[in-house]
């Protein structure tokens, strides 16, 4: 055979196989490890553009950063009752430590109670 015959596609109202399988991937995760997966994704990129990481100031970008600790912050409270306190405690402690990150590298530190997610979590200070 040659690469030139065509390949039977499934009908348009059918799904995939493999979107089934990765709907059944999906539907056996629990909902904790999913938030908590958004979450480290979260900070991980907040403290990429606040500077923090090996290459320091190449990608800092302090409207970005204050744009996903605001996302952190509505997510870590909205879910915090959900998740339980063995797993927010953490998600919170992190939030606080990339608010506080962000005061001390911004030119011009927002006043407590003004700063990216602030208005979620309340006033955070150091």
């Known amino acids: 055979m040659s690469d030139d015959t065509p390949q039977q596609q499934p009908p348009a109202d059918e799904p995939a196989a493999g979107s089934d399988a990765m709907t059944r991937d999906i539907a056996d995760v629990p909902a904790v490890e999913v938030i ?9 990129s907040a403290a990429v553009n606040l500077g923090l990481a090996e290459e320091g100031s190449q990608h800092k970008d302090l409207d970005e950063a204050r744009k996903l600790i605001i996302a952190l912050a509505g997510l870590v409270t909205a879910s915090a009752t959900e998740v339980g306190s063995y797993h927010a405690g953490p998600l919170r402690d992190g ?32």
Do not use: C, I
């Open 36 to 44: 908590t997966t958004v979450a480290v994704h979260l900070m991980s």
């Open 95 to 126: 939030l606080k430590s990339l608010q506080l990150a962000f005061r001390e590298a911004s030119v011009v530190p927002d006043e407590p109670g003004q700063g990216p997610g602030e208005k979620y979590t309340g006033p955070v200070y150091g």
